[in-house]
């Protein structure tokens, strides 16, 4: 693991804290550091600052000096240095730490201040609270419990907006509410290079809108309603869904790519609602792709398999288990593990091929990566295939090698981890060749030929790690209880491990991580309690020489090695 | 009537028993319903009044009235004790615990028998009381056998083999030992009083009333209620006592005992039990009335006989024995009714005594106040009669 | 705290034989026997329902005969024993009632769970969920014990109230910006 570069540190001054913070922090971060909150619409850590909401005006003050001397001057009321405040309120997002700046948010003038600004704010905001989605996670709503005054003095006609204002094909826009903090318009200018959002008209008439003849449709839009801070930008898929004060926050990955953007999941009683990013600075920032926040659906999709089936006849775990154990027995078996496996999955189809003794098969998708967020292999686990070494070279987007066996006899069964072996380039006549045990989610082609079909789990139903495009492993929770029906795929795993004789291995996630821990050295120093939030970056010199498929995308760049390869 | 009497003896008997069963039951029965509904009206409460026969109801003013009262109530009630589950616990002694309740209703149906509830004049003019059986040695065998009530208590506390059913039956054999010695000698009095020295001695409850059916207000032909209210007085508390009625019910005592001595019991077993106790009192205010009000006499100094022969100047059929057996009769339940509705009325009125407040007004009180009273008498009376 | 010592009263020899205490409660007892009974015979006469009185929770309508539940969801929230459950919907744009948005596709009350504690009353702030008089609630199964949006309603029926909240929201939209 790389150190990274010690910052250059300065000392500011915040409610008479003291504090260090690097060189370049603003002050509402800076005040974050000593738990001030400074209240602020417009200011988002990731976008261009611009300072428009007006609504972080701290006080601010330098140290006095002498002009002559540079000498310090000392108050004599308190015996310390003097300090110069300066007389109007400053914003505290656009002002960055200098050394020995003071900083005061609790005087009667910041108190002021905000007061103004919210009740400016609310005069023409239309007070829907009750049916807005933001209701909740608003932080107007937040603000005015601190800075609102409980009553309306504007006697006045509010203003008239038009509502339900469709930006987009996931965004719905009510400019009513909008407090025109210009968050989304820098967000699709300089992250989503979409610049399709703008104001028009003046003062209060201000509005939202799209470029004419132009929709918010690119695949981040639905991140403009992320930092949205009021109501004014609302998922359609979220609209009136249910209130989020209900829903339970699950910490996942998004399994679209390799680039692994870290993402909570939103539930209540085992449905899951939406799916937001999660901030990590070193993988996504706070974005997502809009794509990724639709997977939820798979939990309940129609095609899902709940029924364990042997020839196609609905029958019992243990039961299919032991059927698949007979199959071994004739020798001659090969595995198809699968890039969007868990790390601890890969970990037991390795076991199980070592234990029968049979050749890893991997099944790779390699798209186009949109130099952001999805990366060019979609398959969210390469890496964790490599390094709990189920296989040791890329796999190619066909099972030709496995194919050519098959067509040779030299393979009888075939053990498919999740892996659609149609998809992946198996004739329907190979497939009838051999016996196949299918551990997956969905019903296709490869599950109605499998002798035995062992149900699983989705990502959402089960806990488990990745390793992403930078070798960081990164771990997702279960956010719901698994479908009826299926089972935990460490169970199945496990089950089919020991039915094989590869002895007993544990399937509870803890206790087969101190196995993984003294059985793959990469991991040697890991438990899976203890990987933190943001993950935890592997040494990724081992494999700095295979061709990875990834482009650059939003924090990676690919080694050379690679993009030698990818560029020859 | 002849022909009843010519019917073999056994015969008789069983008619006479069914009469009894027939009759004492259903009373009994009702007199349960009379405790709710008095219950009630002393707490300012309507009482059972909801109860009624579907295919009935559409009766005008009678049935309604009838449901008011609670009628209906009573019938389903009956109907329920019979029908539902009779569970017998695990940990009772079976044979004990079953013969409890048989043998309460033994001694509370057999003392009916020997009570005079009525007279009729004969062809010859001569008075009959209608009785059972007319024993000479009537109160003797009412105590005797009404005493053996305390076995059934002693019997289904010990059968139930636990520890409330058990307590309670103690403490209910205690008590009625206790009191059924005040209860016998109060009484003595009257019999020294009926039976005059040199005749032919007799505890026959039918002479009783026959010294009380003098007619005008002499000392000796007074009610004996007037004339030796102590004894009165001591008998209707040993009375209350041994019908285990409150403020008395040490052997239910449902605060400290849950159920007492019936805890165990339930259903039909458990109603035989609550008939026995109305059965016992409606003998119990008999005899009291027998003793100490006239019986079937409606007033003091004021006979039947002497009813009848005014009222047939007005009424041609008066003279009938059988007018006046029901008159009689109906003159008796009137008093026995009255006692039964004052027992109720003590029971909703007074809280239970402490149990050795029980023991020190049997003991300590009522036995030395019965013997005092014996003894004022029997020098009374030996004075009166020289 | 001062100690008063109080002497108890010796008893009287009438007092102690209880007799007169005896016939005084049965005086009393008598005495209240004949008085009627204070029993209120409850189907056929109903007690009269005092002013702010807690029944089952019920849906209203406004004047107009909108309902004036927009799903907010806030008293399926503040509810301690969690009796509410709603599943919020969009009304659909051309609907009289469209600029509210925002209406319940279902709404359940568990009055096997409801407490009547009347928090949802309080937290609601369209003022559409009350609890009126009604208080006796029966049912022969669990689920006839729920009360669904069709029942809520009709329990409720509709409150004169005089807000008229969003119908002047309405007009403004018809009327557009007064600047």
Redesign the interface.
């Known amino acids: 693991m790389i150190a990274p570069p010690k910052p250059e540190l300065v000392t500011v001054n915040i409610d008479g804290k003291e504090i260090a913070v690097p060189k370049g922090t603003n002050v509402i971060e800076a005040a974050r550091l000593v738990g001030v909150d400074v209240p602020h619409y417009c200011y988002h850590p990731k976008l261009a600052i611009v300072g428009n909401c007006r609504m972080c005006l701290v006080e601010m003050g330098m140290p006095a000096v002498d002009p002559a001397t540079k000498a310090p001057v000392i108050d004599p009321a308190t015996g310390k240095q003097k300090i110069n405040w300066i007389p109007r309120p400053q914003i505290g997002c656009g002002t960055n730490a200098a050394p020995g700046l003071h900083i005061r948010t609790n005087t009667p003038m910041v108190k002021d201040c905000r007061e103004g600004v919210m009740e400016f704010l609310l005069i023409n905001h239309p007070l829907d609270c009750p049916i807005c989605d933001q209701a909740g996670e608003c932080k107007l709503q937040e603000q005015a419990t601190g800075y609102g005054r409980g009553y309306s003095r504007f006697i006045e006609q509010k203003n008239v907006k038009p509502k339900r204002t469709q930006l987009g094909p996931r965004v719905t826009l009510d400019d009513e509410r909008c407090v025109l903090c210009s968050r989304c318009i820098r967000f699709s200018r300089d992250i989503a290079k979409d610049d399709v959002l703008g104001f028009i008209d003046r003062g209060s008439h201000s509005t939202l809108t799209c470029y004419p003849g132009k929709k918010l449709e690119n695949n981040y839009s639905l991140n403009t309603v992320d930092i949205c801070p009021v109501g004014a930008l609302t998922s359609t898929d979220f609209r009136f869904k249910m209130r989020v004060w209900f829903l339970k926050q699950t910490n996942s990955i998004d399994t679209e790519s390799s680039v692994g953007a870290n993402t909570v999941v939103w539930s209540r009683e085992g449905a899951i609602y939406r799916i937001t990013p999660r901030r990590n600075d070193e993988v996504n920032d706070t974005w997502m792709a809009d794509t990724g926040r639709v997977l939820y659906k798979q939990v309940k999709a129609d095609n899902r398999l709940t029924s364990v089936k042997i020839n196609g006849a609905d029958s019992g775990l243990d039961i299919a288990v032991n059927a698949a154990a007979e199959l071994f027995k004739a020798g001659s078996v090969a595995i198809v593990g699968s890039g969007r496996s868990s790390v601890e999955e890969q970990f037991l189809t390795r076991k199980l091929a070592t234990t029968l003794k049979a050749p890893a098969h991997l099944v790779s998708r390699v798209g186009e990566g949109d130099r952001l967020l999805i990366s060019a292999d979609r398959n969210p686990n390469v890496r964790g295939a490599l390094v709990t070494g189920l296989i040791a070279a890329l796999p190619s987007a066909q099972l030709t090698e496995l194919a050519a066996q098959i067509d040779a006899g030299k393979v009888k069964t075939v053990v498919s981890v999740g892996e659609d072996l149609a998809a992946a380039g198996l004739s329907a006549a190979q497939l009838a060749k051999v016996a196949i045990v299918y551990l997956g989610t969905y019903a296709n082609e490869t599950s109605a030929a499998a002798r035995v079909v062992l149900p699983t789990l989705t990502v959402f139903e089960k806990g488990g790690t990745f390793v992403n495009q930078q070798f960081r492993v990164q771990k997702f929770l279960k956010a719901v209880p698994g479908a009826e029906g299926a089972t935990d795929d460490l169970v199945v795993l496990a089950k089919l491990v020991a039915a094989a004789g590869g002895g007993s291995v544990p399937s509870e996630i803890n206790t087969l991580w101190k196995t993984i821990a003294a059985e793959v050295p990469a991991l040697g120093t890991m438990t899976f309690a203890n990987l933190p939030e943001t993950g935890l970056l592997l040494d990724a010199t081992p494999w700095s020489a295979l061709p990875f498929a990834e482009g650059e995308t939003l924090h990676y760049k690919p080694t050379k090695a690679a993009q030698l390869v990818v560029g020859s | 009537m002849d022909f009843f009497f010519q019917l073999p003896l056994w015969i008789q008997g069983i008619a006479k028993g069914l009469a009894v069963i027939a009759v004492l039951f259903p009373l009994a029965a009702a007199c349960s319903m009379a405790e709710r509904k008095i219950s009630a009206w002393i707490q300012g409460r309507p009482g059972p009044n909801r109860t009624v026969v579907p295919w009935l109801a559409w009766i005008p003013i009678i049935v309604p009235f009838l449901q008011r009262l609670g009628v209906f109530q009573l019938a389903a009630d009956g109907g329920k004790f019979v029908f539902k589950e009779d569970p017998v616990p695990g940990h009772v002694n079976k044979l004990y615990f079953i013969a409890a309740p048989v043998l309460a209703m033994i001694p509370a149906l057999t003392t009916i028998t020997i009570v005079p509830f009525g007279a009729y004049l004969n062809d010859v003019g001569q008075l009959v009381p209608i009785v059972l059986a007319n024993v000479d040695i009537g109160l003797l065998a009412v105590l005797a056998i009404s005493s053996l009530g305390v076995y059934s208590v002693i019997l289904a506390g010990w059968a139930s083999n636990s520890k409330y059913p058990f307590l309670g039956s103690i403490r209910a054999s205690a008590q009625l030992i206790s009191y059924e010695l005040s209860m016998t000698l109060s009484v003595l009095p009257v019999f020294l009083w009926v039976n005059a020295p040199g005749g032919q001695g007799t505890l026959s409850l039918f002479d009783v009333v026959q010294v009380q059916s003098g007619q005008g207000f002499h000392f000796d032909s007074l009610w004996l209620g007037l004339w030796m209210p102590v004894s009165a007085f001591i008998f209707l508390v040993a009375l209350f006592a041994e019908t285990n009625r409150q403020p008395f019910d040490m052997a239910e005592s449902e605060a400290d005992l849950v159920g007492g001595f019936h805890t165990e019991y339930g259903a039909f077993k458990w109603s035989l039990f609550f008939v026995a106790e109305y059965a016992h009192m409606i003998v119990g205010s008999g005899v009291f009335t027998l003793l100490f009000l006239g019986g079937w006499n409606p007033l003091p100094g004021l006979p039947l006989t002497t009813v009848v022969h005014g009222l047939q100047h007005w009424i041609s059929f008066a003279g009938h024995p059988l007018f006046m057996g029901v008159l009689g009769i109906l003159i008796f339940l009137g008093k026995v009714g009255f006692f039964i509705f004052f027992f109720m009325w003590v029971r909703w009125t007074l809280p239970r005594f402490r149990y050795d407040q029980i023991m020190k007004i049997g003991w300590q009180k009522l036995l030395p106040l019965s013997i005092g009273n014996l003894i004022f008498y029997a020098l009374l009376i030996a004075l009166i009669q020289k | 705290m001062a100690v008063i010592p109080v002497s108890r009263k010796p008893l009287s020899f009438a007092e102690r034989t209880y007799i007169p205490q ?1 016939l005084g ?2 005086k ?3 005495k ?2 004949l ?1 009627p ?3 209120m ?1 409850y189907p056929e006469q109903r007690p009269e329902i005092p002013k702010h009185y807690r029944g089952v929770p019920t849906l209203v309508k406004d004047p107009n005969g909108r309902e004036k539940c ?5 008293c ?2 503040v509810c301690p024993p969690k009796a509410i459950r709603i599943t ?3 009304i659909p ?1 051309d609907a009289p009632t469209g ?4 209406a319940p596709q279902a709404f359940d009350i568990d009055m096997l769970r409801c407490i009547y504690c009347g928090l949802c009353q309080e937290v609601c ?2 003022e559409a969920i009350f609890l009126q008089n009604q208080y006796s609630m029966t049912g022969y199964t669990r689920a006839e014990m729920v009360n669904h949006k069709d029942r809520l309603y009709e329990l409720g029926g509709t409150l004169p109230d005089q807000h008229h909240k969003w119908d002047k ?1 309405k007009a ?2 018809e ?5």
């Open positions: 005896i409660g049965l009393i007892t008598f209240r026997m008085k009974a204070e029993t015979e927009v799903s907010c969801q806030l399926e929230f919020p919907g969009e744009l600029h509210v948005e925002k702030p369209e929201k403004a939209e009327h557009g910006n007064a600047h």
